[in-house]
Each structure stands twice: as C-alpha cells, then as structure tokens.
C-alpha cells in the first residue's frame, strides 16, 4: 500500500492564480481530511469528508474548494490564491477511532 | 469547548535523559487519544494512541503515554532520549463512537530538542 500520497510535493503561485492540490489513498478509507499547518498555530482543519460525494467545512475553509467523486480522492482547489494561503498542507485519512494517516505534505508559496 | 493544551511550546532536553511531554484535554465525551511526531520537513506519523482499558498505552520507538481521567491529561514519556527523537510532537483528542465524524481537536505542538 502506498497510503496516502499527496502532490506535488512544492508548489508556487502568483496571486490570483488557482490550482488543485492532490490527495489520494489506497486504504479504502471513508474519512479524508485536508489540514494547513502555519508556525505557532498547529494543524488547522480546512475541510473533510465522510465518504464519497459527502463534504464539510472544518475550522478554515475560506478560499478552498473540495470535492469527493471517489472514495480514493479528495482534491484541494484553491480558486484565487492569496499570500496568506502560504502554507503546508497536509491531507489525511481515517478508517476507524479517528485514527489519522497523513500524507507527506505540500508547500505551497503563493507570492 | 473542546480544546487541546500542550503548555510547553519548546523543550530542550540532553541525550540519554528522561522525558515528559505534557499533554491536558477539555472534551465533553469520551475521549480517544493520541499521540503524533513530526521530523522536519515531513508529515505526521502516530507514536501511540488510547482508546480504552489499560490507561498506559505503549507506542512506537520506545514512547509510552499515561491517560488520567481525573487530571484530563494523556502525558507522553520516553526514559532515554535519542538525538533522533528531536521533532515536534502533537496531541490530540477525538469523540469516541463519534461514528463517522472522526474530527479531531489538535494540541499546538512541542518543538524538542536534544542535546549532544
């Protein structure tokens, strides 16, 4: 198994660009997350899912889309990249007991 | 409200002592409880996890967790530390029988050093 794999792995944007960070898991997991981890403020949940075609909003989840067509994949877009979303993000996935495998991370600079 | 407290930010300790990391819960329910390193530049890997019976709970490389209902704590020890356990190290908490909602609440983290 390859677990949870995330990509790419650096990314850098200009303001106002838009892209789709990654995730996909070959656990067969139905819980998927996307986090930001920013200095000094820990994981910070941006949106999760509880199963294909299933999605909701975590703590931060202004400037981010999602979207689950398939269980294996729960892609991040971010529609207008702003400085502020410079951060590393990490996707995640849960099978039971709000165990959490986490992807290898994104940096993402948005100049 | 539910929140996860590490009070120490940063911990600097000497190879081959002793240490504790601090661990304090605020959770309505029926906590399930874990323990996460992070080494610098990578993601998150699980060092141990409670989730019921025995309230000492034995993790990966040598790391062992004591839950304690009464001081809502889930603190994180090692009797020797390695130079290679230098990392940050998360606590968090979840609902037990949460069902699908496996949301968990996050600690800030603990930056440990360790000194030569």
């Known amino acids: 198994n390859a677990g949870v794999t995330q990509t790419p792995k650096f990314q850098v944007l200009k303001t106002g660009q838009s892209m789709t960070l990654q995730c996909a898991q070959d656990m067969n997991h139905e819980y998927m997350s996307w986090y930001r981890q920013d200095p000094g403020m820990g994981l910070r949940l941006i949106h999760y899912?509880?199963?294909?075609?299933?999605?909701d909003q975590g703590e931060v989840p202004n400037g981010y889309n999602v979207s689950r067509s398939t269980t294996e994949d729960f892609p991040l877009r971010l529609l207008s990249a702003a400085p502020s979303q410079t951060s590393v993000y990490f996707c995640?996935?849960?099978?039971?007991?709000?165990?959490?495998?986490f992807g290898p991370g994104t940096r993402l600079t948005v100049l | 409200a539910q929140s996860v407290t590490q009070p120490d930010i940063h911990i600097t300790v000497s190879e081959g002592a002793s240490l504790e990391l601090r661990c304090n819960y605020s959770y309505g329910a029926t906590p399930y409880l874990f323990w996460y390193v992070q080494s610098p530049g990578q993601g998150l890997q699980l060092l141990l996890k409670?989730?019921?019976?025995d309230t000492l709970v034995q993790g990966i490389k040598g790391f062992e967790a004591e839950f304690k209902r009464s001081q809502s704590s889930f603190n994180l020890r090692k009797p020797s530390v390695h130079w290679s356990d230098a990392a940050e190290y998360f606590c968090?908490?979840?609902?037990?029988?949460?069902?699908?909602?496996?949301?968990?609440?996050w600690g800030l983290g603990t930056s440990l050093a360790v000194n030569p």
């Open positions: 968090a908490v979840g609902a037990a029988n949460a069902g699908n909602n496996r949301k968990l609440i």
């Open positions: 995640a996935s849960s099978y039971t007991y709000n165990e959490q495998f």
């Open positions: 409670y989730f019921s019976g």
């Open positions: 899912s509880v199963g294909a075609g299933i999605t």
